[in-house]
C-alpha cells in the first residue's frame, strides 16, 4: 500500500507537467498560425531541430553549447515578432467586457449590413472599425470627432466622394458613430496579395493590434470584405457579414437582473466625468 501510495505520488506531477506543455503548445501553434511572422517561426523551429538532431548524433559539443545558449535569445526574438499580436492578447485580457447587449448589437449589425450592401452597389469604397473591449484611442487621435446615432444614413452621407471627411474609417462604439476620417495602421505583412489597396492593408492592419471587426467596401469592385484579428475574407455577401457579426458580436445567454440593474447606475460615474472642459479638450 505505501509503494502504490508512493507511485501515486510521484507519478502524477509528469503528467500534469505533460498537460501543462501540451496545452502551450497547442494554444502558441493556434497563436502563431495565420500571423505575418508565422513563416518566420516556422523556419527557425525546423533549423533548431535540424542542428539540434546533428549535434546530437555528431556528438559536437561546440554546437551543443551554442543552441542552448541561444534560446535564451529566442524568447527576446518572440517578443519583436509577435508585438502587435500580444499587445492584442493582453488588452483583451485587462479589457474584458462585462455588460451583454444583445438587442444593441444586433441593431448594430443591421446597420452595417444596410450600410455596405448599399454602398457596394454604388462601388463607394468605405472603411468601418466596430471597438469592442480594446479601446481604438490612437487611431481616434488622427480622426475627427462626430459622435452621432450609427445610421445607415449617416454613413453614407460620410463615405460620400464629395464629403471632406469620406477619406480613412469610421470607428462605431456601440450604436454610435465616434470618429470619422481616422487613418489606420496599415498592416506590414509582406503575404498579402499585391492587388490589395490602401483601404484593406489598413483594416487588416487594425484588426491584427486590436479586437476590432473591420468591415470594407472595395470601389474599384463593389466587393464585401471583413478583417479580424488579421484576418482578411474578401467578397462575402450581405449574409456572409451578417453570419460573421453575430458570431463574433453577439454574446451567448443574458446579462444577470443584478447586472441589468447596475448598468444604467454604472455609466453615470462617466457620463459626470465628462465635464464641458473636458468635452472641449476632445473636440478636434
Known sequence: ???ILHIIDVGWRPVVEIAILSVAIYFSLNFVRGTRGAPVVYGFVLLFLSLTVLAQVLQLEVLNWLLRS???????AVLIIFQPELRRILAELGTHPLFNATHEQRENIEVIIQTVERLAEVRIGALIAIEQSINL???TESGVLVDCEATPEMLETIFFPNNAIHDGGVI???DRIAYAACIFPL???QDLAASLGTRHRAGIGLSEQ???VVVIVSEENGWISHAYKGQLVRGVTGEQLRAFLSSVLL??????RFLKWLQPRAAEPAKAALTPAKLENKQP
Open 210 to 212: 486590436t479586437d476590432a
Open 187 to 189: 498592416s506590414q505583412r
Open 251 to 256: 454574446k451567448p445567454g443574458k446579462p444577470h
Open 172 to 174: 462605431i462604439k456601440g
Open 1 to 3: 500500500m505505501h509503494s
Open 137 to 139: 484611442q490612437e487611431a
Open 70 to 76: 541561444f534560446v535564451a535569445f529566442a524568447a527576446v
